[in-house]
């Protein structure tokens, strides 16, 4: 069961620190206030929309890195320090380029390189390393939007897929303090919840060419997990690995996007 507490989905266009800190008299800012609140059965959080997000202020983004990480926020002010919980899924939207048109597939876009690279980079490393599933969006072609059958899954199918990971993940949890495989801390992760063996190889080759980072690396454990309950595997193999690591770094590794190809 899914509840939506409220409609409003978006933080405002051009925010800056109090929007995430709140007003002086530190109350808790836009990250309890302005976002969808989603409850199941068995958990509750808060979904957090951006759109356009390297429109918005840096500092502000790079403040996002710690309530991602920790699941709260610690706001200094004169009258003292207060942490507020802030656990909620993070969805930030980017255009590719400032006219929204660069693609490598077509030749629409007319922004200098130079451009598209500052405006790439205006979401940050450290930010980006916070997100664990990357996914690029391209143009649909006239002929893709009229295919017949060209619909997908429905959301029910995809919601009882849905159900049964999550109740196979807090299966696994029962008797921890977590409920959902993004809750496990990472030592905790990789002592005790370990892939299949060669599972990892060619993510932790990715670590040592430098390609993710150790905190990376745990989150393509994380996904990989999610990955494997939503198949129905006992626990992550090579492919579930692929697919977490493909979504974490934009490169195909010849995996299918949809879960459920791989069912
Ligand atoms: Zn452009």
């Not at 200094?76 to 930030?92: D, I, N, Q, T």
């Not at 940050?124 to 059958?149: K, N």
């Not at 993510?203 to 996904?223: F, P, S």
Request: proline share 6%; with cysteine; glycine share 6%.
């Amino acid at each position: 069961m899914l509840t939506l507490r409220s409609s409003c989905s978006n933080f405002s266009k051009s925010p800056d620190l109090k929007d995430l800190a709140g007003p002086p008299d530190q109350r808790p800012g836009r990250l309890r206030d302005a976002s969808i609140q989603f409850i199941t059965n068995t958990d509750t959080r808060r979904l957090g929309k951006l759109d356009e997000t390297p429109e918005f202020n840096s500092h502000a983004l790079d403040a996002l890195r710690q309530p991602l990480e920790a699941g709260h926020v610690v706001i200094a002010r004169s009258a003292g320090v207060v942490r507020f919980p802030a656990k909620f899924l993070m969805v930030l939207a980017a255009n590719p380029c400032p006219c929204g048109r660069f693609s490598q597939t077509n030749d629409l876009c007319e922004c200098p390189p130079s451009s598209i690279r500052r405006y790439q980079a205006r979401l940050s490393g450290p930010l980006l390393d916070r997100v664990d599933l990357r996914v690029e969006v391209d143009r649909v072609t006239r002929a893709q939007l009229t295919a017949r059958g060209a619909r997908g899954e429905s959301t029910a199918t995809v919601a009882d897929r849905v159900r049964a990971a999550r109740e196979r993940a807090a299966a696994r949890l029962a008797g921890t303090p977590w409920r959902t495989n993004s809750e496990i801390p990472g030592r905790e992760l990789r002592s005790r919840w370990y892939a299949a063996i060669g599972a990892m190889d060619e993510a932790e080759r990715n670590l040592e060419r430098g390609v993710l980072t150790a905190r990376g690396l745990d989150r393509v454990l994380r996904v990989a997990w999610t990955v494997a309950d939503l198949v129905g595997h006992d626990r992550p193999d090579a492919t579930d690995v692929a697919l977490a690591l493909q979504l974490r770094t934009g490169v195909p590794r010849g995996v299918p996007m949809a879960i459920g190809a791989l069912t």
